[in-house]
Structures are given as C-alpha cells and as structure tokens.
C-alpha cells in the first residue's frame, strides 16, 4: 500500500497482507522507503501525526549517511548490513552518476568480487556477521517497538528488501506475496529507472552497463530474491530458519504476530 508522501521515493507499508492462517498485517505500522534525506517538512508532519513513526531503521552504509533526516520524536537506528570498508569513497551519495564509464565498471566489479552486487548478493547480506547483527537489530527494534516503524536504505529495494522479507514471513505472510512485495520497487521506482537507464546508455552507449546501473540504484530483479530464498531453504529449512538462527525465539515471533497483525 502507498505511503502518500511526495518527496521520499519508494514509500510503502506492509500493512493489508493475508497471511497463510487467515489474518491481516496491521495498516500503519510496517514502513519501508527510500532514504529520507529530502524529506520536507509536511511529509515529516505526515509520518509523526498520521503515522505515529516511533523508530526509523537507517541501513545504509557510512558513506550514503550524507544526511540523516527523521520526524521529530521518532528514536534514530543506524543498523548495518554491509562492511563498506572496501568499496571506497565513490560509493558516496551522487557519487555513481559522476564516474566515468570505466570507474563505474570498476566499482561494479569490486561490488560483485565482495558478493555486495549481482545475482547473489541477498546471500552474502545475509550470511556475513555484519549483516546478521543488523538484521537480528531490526526484529529486535520491531519487537521493542510502541509506534510505527520506518526503514529504509538509500533506494528503499534490496536492504529493505530483505528486512520486508524477513518480518512478513515471521508474521506468516507466503512467498509468493512477498516477491511480490519486493518487485513493486520497480513500479514505484519507475520514472527514476527511465532516468537512470536514459543517462548511462548516452553516457556508455553499452546496454549491459545501463542495466546493471539501473539495478545497482533504482530497480530489482527476481533472480536475487529467488536465489537467497531457495539458500535459505536449503540451509535453513525456511525463513523462520533463519529468523531463528538469528536469535529470535518463538516467543518473541508470538510477540511480533500479537503486534502486526489483525
């Protein structure tokens, strides 16, 4: 369901969801967006007063942290699920659009060598120590929480993503549901990835790296979602699995079903 905000890109709750036993996520409580460092004063009233946003969860790295813009009396959450330590200073906000073709090339290929871009890259955020610790945090924080909560990354699609991910299907919502969910980025990202496609194919005239631009920034695919889903399946078992081996009891997922769903 949108999240009628005009100047924060990908803003949408979770809120309306079937789950597989019949009950339906609470409307209001689960936000997921795009970065908020634009975010005017009217949206910010938005998200206080119709939204009651209690916590905002920031997964983006140092590095994107340019500005770090909330509602007024929301708790702030800086929780990371990539080590940036490698990527270097290009990965900056607006740091992308600047390189040259052969800097970008060379940043898409030191992302894909740490596992952080491409087809498996939803595995290695969750399987590598700095993402586990964040995501167990982000349960953590919905567990603790007495208002909404709003989480986000920079483009609000592939850490978010998979925060959507894990708290859907602990709260018992099916897969197919959530892929879909997770795809939606790409309808609400839509005019963005025009943009974005249109500037690096007149910037490389190559196809290949306007498309791997696109989903480095604004869009989605399948493909990774479908790959960590079939991992975690067969390492895990399942997503609760995983949410398991995370730390979090069933106790606590009776916690979170008693406050997110209907």
């Keep these: ?35 908020l460092d634009d975010i005017s004063d009217e949206d910010k009233s938005i998200l206080k007063n119709t939204y009651h946003v209690s916590d905002v969860i ?44 052969g800097e970008f090339l060379q940043f898409i290929e030191t992302a894909e060598n740490l596992g952080i871009f491409g087809e498996n890259m939803y595995i290695t955020f969750l399987e590598n120590k700095v993402g586990q610790k964040g995501y167990r945090e982000f349960l953590k924080i919905l567990i603790k929480a007495n208002g909404a909560v709003l989480w986000h990354c920079t483009s609000g699609k592939d850490r978010t993503g998979l925060a959507a991910l894990l708290i859907l299907s602990a709260l018992g919502v099916d897969e197919e549901t959530i892929v879909k969910d997770y795809l939606l980025t790409n309808e609400y990202n839509a005019e963005k990835i025009a943009k974005t496609r249109k500037y690096f194919l007149e910037k490389t005239n190559d196809e290949e790296i306007a498309e791997k631009a696109v989903l480095l920034m604004d869009g989605v695919s399948e493909i990774p979602m479908k790959n960590v889903l079939a991992h975690i399946k067969r390492k895990y078992g399942s997503v609760m699995g995983y949410i398991r081996f995370l730390g979090i009891s069933d106790e606590e997922i009776e916690i979170l079903r008693e406050k997110y769903l209907i």
Excluded: C
Excluded at 7 to 23: C, H, I, K, P, Q
């Design 58 to 101: 920031d997964f983006r790295m140092d590095m994107e942290r340019v500005k770090m813009n909330f509602p007024d009396g929301a708790e702030y959450h800086h929780v990371d699920i990539i080590d940036d330590s490698q990527l270097g200073e290009k990965a900056d906000k607006g740091g992308l659009p600047e390189m040259s073709a």
């Design 1 to 35: 369901m949108r999240v009628e905000l005009t100047s924060v890109r990908n803003a949408r709750e979770l809120g309306g969801y079937r789950t597989v036993d019949g009950m339906t996520v609470k409307s209001g409580l689960l936000l997921r967006t795009g970065r």
